[in-house]
């Protein structure tokens, strides 16, 4: 190891050379401890730095990255009636999610830390590690088919009025990957809403005037592979513009839900379908189990705060029986029945299985910057994230999904609730101090004659030493 610290000391640009040793700074303290040396505040130091607790929580995302890669392909092929098991054309799935997650993931962090790289050297300082995290959850948010271009404008958007107008790591209101999927919501509202738009590699074109779902045309890399492929033996893409099979529409479980509850969501899902995550929906979102299995690697390594995620879990149960007991009884939710209330109807473990609210609410909503900061007021940020996210869901038709809107408000109300949690604490004490104070004077006064001091003492005594 002191071979490759000297071998890697020989390339340390001049300081004068801002972007060069930033560049160089962020490279050295990837690989080594910072050997900077404390000369005020605090001298305990730990090798677990900033850096180090970021890359934890990208190496959990991997789990994701992994599933989204093969899904992606699996979906895209389901809907041509392709391949449809499971380990069909497996490795053709994960060459096909790989040729559409890679850019976005390139993309993503060439524009991301680019501007990183950019304010570090313009400030003088070192690459902050914010991003690292940030950079490995957009991709998992987005849709498979989003356009590069409008991706990078949502991310400078995210980093640069998000994040480094407030002063950089640490210093941000809002979450930064939130920021970048609000601005394409908003921003490009097709790109990431209906049905289709959550497999891969589907469009819609005219056939004799009619609408009709076809596979989009394979480019080049499909073609590199097909090649490949066809060398030794393996399945390949083809030309594409096939039609997908009679009756696909891409339609996630929640689009389906918000129209016609359970009983539409079950017709074309299975449960354990929604519980692995082999559905349609953002790149990342879907597997259960594996958000289950970061979400306790984040709380017994406590990178996560485990208040922030129970009582998020805490708030959703107890917006999802509230919304049970109004919602009509099932042998009611005949077809005339509002989707909204065949919605509120669908039973909670149901609705959480769903959705990308696990993730949310594991990856996201613990963000520590951007959450609330006391105790208390992580219980009550994570509930009212997960209570408010489930109406958004349930109430709004246009598009039934509500946690990225939930988290970025509640980001906005987190130094309020601390304000007020800490206002709480400060009459708590002082009422106690109060109370305190008036024990301590009527013992003393029920003492009654009694020395408190000595005669040489100059302090005066309390209460009644008189005997009067």
């Given at each position: 190891?002191?071979?490759l610290h000297?071998f890697?000391?020989k390339?340390?640009?001049a300081?004068e050379?801002k972007f060069a040793?930033t560049?160089?700074?962020?490279?050295?303290t990837f690989?080594?401890?910072?050997?900077?040396?404390?000369v005020?505040?605090a001298?305990?130091k730990?090798?677990?730095?900033l850096k180090?607790?970021?890359?934890?929580?990208?190496?959990v995302?991997?789990l994701?990255?992994?599933f989204?890669?093969w899904?992606?392909g699996?979906?895209?092929?389901?809907?041509?009636g392709q391949h449809t098991?499971?380990?069909?054309?497996f490795?053709l799935?994960?060459?096909?999610g790989l040729?559409?997650?890679l850019?976005?993931?390139?993309?993503?962090?060439v524009?991301?830390l680019?501007?990183e790289?950019f304010y570090?050297?313009k400030n003088?300082?070192?690459?902050e590690e914010?991003f690292?995290?940030?950079?490995?959850?957009?991709p998992l948010?987005?849709?498979?088919?989003i356009p590069?271009?409008?991706?990078?404008?949502?991310?400078?958007?995210a980093?640069?009025?998000?994040?480094e107008?407030f002063g950089g790591?640490?210093?941000?209101?809002w979450?930064?990957?939130l920021l970048?999927?609000?601005?394409?919501?908003?921003?490009?509202p097709?790109?990431?809403s209906?049905d289709?738009v959550?497999v891969?590699?589907?469009e819609?074109?005219?056939?004799d005037g009619?609408?009709?779902y076809?596979a989009?045309?394979y480019?080049?890399?499909?073609g590199a592979f097909?090649?490949?492929f066809?060398?030794?033996?393996?399945?390949q893409f083809g030309?594409g513009?096939?039609?997908?099979?009679?009756?696909?529409?891409?339609a996630t479980p929640?689009?389906?839900?918000a129209?016609?509850g359970?009983a539409?969501?079950?017709a074309?899902y299975?449960?354990?379908q929604?519980?692995?995550?082999?559905?349609p929906g953002s790149?990342?979102?879907s597997s259960?189990?594996l958000?289950?299995?970061g979400?306790i690697?984040l709380?017994?390594t406590r990178?996560?705060s485990y208040?922030?995620?129970?009582g998020?879990?805490?708030g959703?149960?107890?917006?999802?029986l509230?919304?049970n007991?109004i919602?009509?009884?099932?042998?009611?939710?005949t077809?005339?029945?509002?989707g909204?209330?065949?919605f509120?109807?669908i039973?909670?473990?149901?609705q959480?299985?769903?959705?990308?609210f696990l993730?949310?609410?594991?990856?996201?909503?613990t963000?520590?910057v951007s959450?609330?900061?006391t105790?208390a007021g992580?219980?009550?940020?994570g509930?009212?994230?997960?209570f408010?996210g489930?109406i958004?869901?349930?109430?709004?038709?246009a598009?039934?999904e509500g946690w990225?809107l939930?988290?970025?408000?509640m980001?906005?109300?987190?130094?309020l609730i601390?304000?007020?949690?800490?206002?709480?604490n400060m009459k708590r004490r002082a009422k106690?101090t109060?109370?305190m104070?008036?024990?301590?004077?009527e013992l003393?006064?029920r003492?009654?004659?009694?020395e408190i001091f000595?005669?040489?003492?100059?302090?005066?005594?309390v209460?009644?030493?008189?005997?009067?």
């Amino acid at each position: 190891m002191k071979a490759l610290h000297s071998f890697v000391k020989k390339f340390e640009p001049a300081k004068e050379n801002k972007f060069a040793h930033t560049t160089y700074d962020a490279f050295y303290t990837f690989l080594f401890q910072p050997d900077a040396v404390t000369v005020d505040g605090a001298h305990i130091k730990d090798g677990m730095d900033l850096k180090r607790l970021m890359v934890q929580v990208v190496l959990v995302l991997q789990l994701l990255y992994v599933f989204g890669t093969w899904n992606i392909g699996h979906q895209h092929f389901v809907a041509l009636g392709q391949h449809t098991g499971l380990l069909e054309g497996f490795l053709l799935k994960v060459v096909y999610g790989l040729i559409q997650i890679l850019p976005i993931f390139i993309v993503t962090h060439v524009v991301g830390l680019g501007i990183e790289f950019f304010y570090a050297a313009k400030n003088g300082h070192s690459v902050e590690e914010g991003f690292l995290v940030s950079g490995a959850l957009i991709p998992l948010i987005m849709p498979p088919d989003i356009p590069l271009l409008w991706l990078a404008v949502a991310i400078a958007f995210a980093v640069v009025l998000g994040k480094e107008a407030f002063g950089g790591t640490g210093m941000n209101i809002w979450n930064v990957a939130l920021l970048a999927r609000v601005f394409i919501f908003f921003a490009y509202p097709t790109t990431i809403s209906g049905d289709e738009v959550w497999v891969s590699g589907i469009e819609k074109v005219a056939i004799d005037g009619v609408p009709t779902y076809v596979a989009a045309e394979y480019n080049w890399a499909h073609g590199a592979f097909d090649w490949l492929f066809n060398l030794v033996g393996y399945s390949q893409f083809g030309e594409g513009g096939m039609a997908v099979v009679d009756g696909w529409t891409g339609a996630t479980p929640l689009g389906i839900a918000a129209k016609e509850g359970w009983a539409g969501v079950e017709a074309v899902y299975t449960e354990s379908q929604i519980f692995w995550g082999t559905i349609p929906g953002s790149i990342g979102e879907s597997s259960v189990p594996l958000i289950v299995i970061g979400m306790i690697f984040l709380i017994v390594t406590r990178i996560a705060s485990y208040r922030v995620i129970f009582g998020g879990l805490i708030g959703f149960m107890v917006a999802a029986l509230m919304m049970n007991a109004i919602a009509p009884s099932p042998d009611q939710l005949t077809a005339d029945v509002d989707g909204i209330f065949k919605f509120m109807a669908i039973h909670p473990l149901r609705q959480m299985a769903m959705g990308s609210f696990l993730f949310a609410i594991t990856f996201m909503a613990t963000d520590p910057v951007s959450s609330a900061d006391t105790p208390a007021g992580k219980w009550i940020y994570g509930f009212l994230i997960a209570f408010i996210g489930l109406i958004i869901r349930v109430m709004n038709p246009a598009y039934p999904e509500g946690w990225m809107l939930s988290i970025l408000l509640m980001n906005t109300f987190a130094p309020l609730i601390d304000h007020y949690v800490y206002e709480a604490n400060m009459k708590r004490r002082a009422k106690r101090t109060h109370k305190m104070a008036e024990q301590r004077n009527e013992l003393i006064t029920r003492r009654g004659e009694m020395e408190i001091f000595d005669e040489e003492s100059e302090y005066t005594a309390v209460g009644n030493t008189s005997g009067q």
